[in-house]
């Protein structure tokens, strides 16, 4: 009887055993499985940043556009890509970047109208609606061209129209797959950034390319009624004001002349005036030829508010070619510079929450660093990774997640100094940087309070949510003085605080 209940014993050990490792594995799977998403987004985020990057370089459009296509292959790929525009004089489609679809299938579509029964592109640029087809063959939508896509081995197809603010359908994004398949939200939020980013582009290029025909049309700058044209004598006074000056600056055309420099621009725009017309005056004297000026100005506007222009000036000469004024012409390009500047934000800022992303971190924790060493100074370098993240993703859906964490950033920042830095590197996961520490306890306290205020509930479409955090922290100079090995330090005490609590599940 006493083998019985051994041999009972050792059978039960052995069930434990197996039930511990199967657990185990699952955990793992499902760790695997959350590293590869972050790792996808990690990487969609340069992609995303290098793109960004490109269409403030003023890079071709095609190369623009097939950077946002190797981007969303690169991740994912089982899918193949291709973005077509819209010829406005034809309203045809054509294929402007499909790098790895079939040459015969591009060559194909080049050219095709723009319409309903033309496949997903064409029916997604007469509806301007997304248009999801799981299977080609069976979808009506296709009747005209599902024998080209089956030779293709073209099976599903999802396009997204490219729409731009004043709802015109610019082209489309598509997405193509060897098997029918239907996207998931994660495949639709890649669909509307990837749309997102090539309507920037297409815009900004159109503006472009219709800025540089005004140009040439328009080589005499007094046929552009936007562009205020002005002269100026040898003693700085305006001799003539375009009636154009009333829509930049709000002043009549006699009004602007009878004001000096000064009332013309602001104090910082005055001395760089001044500096280049004592270059053009030593130039002039010295027989060279007019410098030409080019430059940004602020000038002062009649409602007490500033406008930045565009200056470009070109000396004035008599029969006998004595230099004897200036003619300049001054652009408006305030939409221009805040382009620019959305263009500057969107590269260095996480799109869901509009904290700093990653590289816009490692730059202020860089400076950081710089200021820290030379007035012997503190700071600490905090790491946090949301726990229970992952079951309200499951059980609720990414589009609640997303709202979690749109909230969690708000009370991050809650919890800092405005000279602190909060960003979000991908997932759950999030940075802090403490800068200028009086005292290191000053961390201790900040991740109490984070920890404090992400454990109580938030209130999500009605669901009470409840999630925590585990937190890791690095010291300079206690700690080391680079900002990857601090990084480092921060990212092994986080996970050590992590695994020493049970409880803080993915």
């Given at each position: 009887m006493n083998n019985f209940y051994i041999a009972l014993a050792a059978l039960f050990g052995v069930v434990v055993v197996i039930a511990a490792a199967v657990h185990i594995n699952r955990v793992n799977l499902k760790l695997r499985n959350m590293v590869r998403l972050m790792r996808r987004a990690d990487v969609w985020q340069r992609g995303h940043n290098h793109v960004l990057a490109q269409i403030a370089a003023d890079d071709s459009?095609?190369?623009?556009?097939?950077g946002i296509i190797v981007g969303v292959e690169h991740i994912r790929p089982e899918m193949t890509c291709s973005i077509l525009l819209v010829d406005r004089k034809t309203n045809r489609l054509r294929v402007v970047a499909a790098p790895n679809l079939p040459a015969f299938y591009n060559d194909a579509v080049d050219g095709l109208p723009a319409d309903q029964g033309i496949g997903s592109c064409g029916t997604a640029v007469i509806t301007g609606e997304r248009v999801i087809v799981r299977d080609i063959q069976k979808d009506p939508s296709w009747v005209g061209v599902k024998e080209l896509a089956a030779k293709a081995g073209l099976v599903s197809c999802w396009s997204e129209p490219i729409i731009n603010r004043h709802g015109q359908v610019l082209g489309t994004f598509a997405i193509y797959q060897g098997q029918a398949a239907e996207p998931t939200l994660e495949d639709i939020k890649l669909i509307e950034e990837s749309a997102y980013l090539a309507e920037i582009a297409i815009e900004r290029k159109l503006s472009l390319e219709a800025l540089r025909e005004s140009e040439e049309r328009h080589r005499l700058l007094a046929d552009n009624a936007q562009d205020v044209i002005w002269t100026m004598d040898l003693n700085g006074r305006f001799t003539y004001v375009s009636p154009s000056v009333e829509k930049l600056r709000g002043y009549t055309a006699s009004e602007a002349m009878q004001q000096t420099l000064e009332e013309t621009l602001t104090?910082?725009?005055?001395?760089?005036?001044?500096?280049?017309?004592?270059?053009t005056i030593a130039a002039v004297k010295a027989n060279q030829p007019f410098p030409d000026f080019?430059?940004?100005?602020?000038?002062?506007?009649?409602?007490?508010?500033?406008?930045?222009?565009?200056?470009?000036?070109?000396?004035?000469?008599?029969?006998d070619g004595n230099f004897i004024g200036i003619v300049g012409v001054s652009r408006d390009i305030t939409e221009r510079k805040k382009s620019e500047e959305k263009i500057r934000y969107m590269a260095q800022h996480d799109s869901l929450?509009?904290?700093?992303?990653?590289?816009?971190?490692?730059?202020?924790?860089?400076?950081a660093l710089s200021y820290c060493k030379r007035h012997q100074r503190a700071l600490a370098v905090m790491l946090l990774d949301l726990d229970k993240f992952k079951p309200v993703n499951d059980h609720y859906g990414h589009a609640l997640g997303d709202e979690l964490l749109k909230q969690v950033a708000q009370r991050l920042l809650a919890c800092v100094r405005t000279s602190d830095t909060v960003a979000r590197i991908g997932g759950d996961e999030f940075v802090i940087l403490l800068h200028q520490m009086d005292d290191l306890n000053q961390a201790r306290v900040v991740s109490e309070k984070i920890q404090l205020v992400l454990s109580e509930i938030f209130l999500i479409e009605e669901y009470p949510i409840q999630i925590g955090c585990s937190i890791g922290t690095a010291f300079y100079p206690q700690d080391g003085a680079d900002p990857l090995e601090l990084t480092k330090i921060a990212d092994q005490r986080m996970y050590q605080h992590k695994h020493k609590t049970p409880e803080a599940v993915r």
């Amino acid at each position: 009887m006493n083998n019985f209940y051994i041999a009972l014993a050792a059978l039960f050990g052995v069930v434990v055993v197996i039930a511990a490792a199967v657990h185990i594995n699952r955990v793992n799977l499902k760790l695997r499985n959350m590293v590869r998403l972050m790792r996808r987004a990690d990487v969609w985020q340069r992609g995303h940043n290098h793109v960004l990057a490109q269409i403030a370089a003023d890079d071709s459009l095609e190369e623009v556009l097939m950077g946002i296509i190797v981007g969303v292959e690169h991740i994912r790929p089982e899918m193949t890509c291709s973005i077509l525009l819209v010829d406005r004089k034809t309203n045809r489609l054509r294929v402007v970047a499909a790098p790895n679809l079939p040459a015969f299938y591009n060559d194909a579509v080049d050219g095709l109208p723009a319409d309903q029964g033309i496949g997903s592109c064409g029916t997604a640029v007469i509806t301007g609606e997304r248009v999801i087809v799981r299977d080609i063959q069976k979808d009506p939508s296709w009747v005209g061209v599902k024998e080209l896509a089956a030779k293709a081995g073209l099976v599903s197809c999802w396009s997204e129209p490219i729409i731009n603010r004043h709802g015109q359908v610019l082209g489309t994004f598509a997405i193509y797959q060897g098997q029918a398949a239907e996207p998931t939200l994660e495949d639709i939020k890649l669909i509307e950034e990837s749309a997102y980013l090539a309507e920037i582009a297409i815009e900004r290029k159109l503006s472009l390319e219709a800025l540089r025909e005004s140009e040439e049309r328009h080589r005499l700058l007094a046929d552009n009624a936007q562009d205020v044209i002005w002269t100026m004598d040898l003693n700085g006074r305006f001799t003539y004001v375009s009636p154009s000056v009333e829509k930049l600056r709000g002043y009549t055309a006699s009004e602007a002349m009878q004001q000096t420099l000064e009332e013309t621009l602001t104090p910082e725009s005055v001395e760089k005036v001044k500096a280049a017309v004592g270059k053009t005056i030593a130039a002039v004297k010295a027989n060279q030829p007019f410098p030409d000026f080019v430059a940004e100005l602020d000038h002062r506007c009649k409602d007490g508010s500033t406008v930045c222009a565009e200056i470009r000036t070109s000396g004035i000469y008599d029969a006998d070619g004595n230099f004897i004024g200036i003619v300049g012409v001054s652009r408006d390009i305030t939409e221009r510079k805040k382009s620019e500047e959305k263009i500057r934000y969107m590269a260095q800022h996480d799109s869901l929450t509009g904290l700093p992303n990653r590289a816009l971190f490692a730059d202020r924790l860089q400076q950081a660093l710089s200021y820290c060493k030379r007035h012997q100074r503190a700071l600490a370098v905090m790491l946090l990774d949301l726990d229970k993240f992952k079951p309200v993703n499951d059980h609720y859906g990414h589009a609640l997640g997303d709202e979690l964490l749109k909230q969690v950033a708000q009370r991050l920042l809650a919890c800092v100094r405005t000279s602190d830095t909060v960003a979000r590197i991908g997932g759950d996961e999030f940075v802090i940087l403490l800068h200028q520490m009086d005292d290191l306890n000053q961390a201790r306290v900040v991740s109490e309070k984070i920890q404090l205020v992400l454990s109580e509930i938030f209130l999500i479409e009605e669901y009470p949510i409840q999630i925590g955090c585990s937190i890791g922290t690095a010291f300079y100079p206690q700690d080391g003085a680079d900002p990857l090995e601090l990084t480092k330090i921060a990212d092994q005490r986080m996970y050590q605080h992590k695994h020493k609590t049970p409880e803080a599940v993915r």
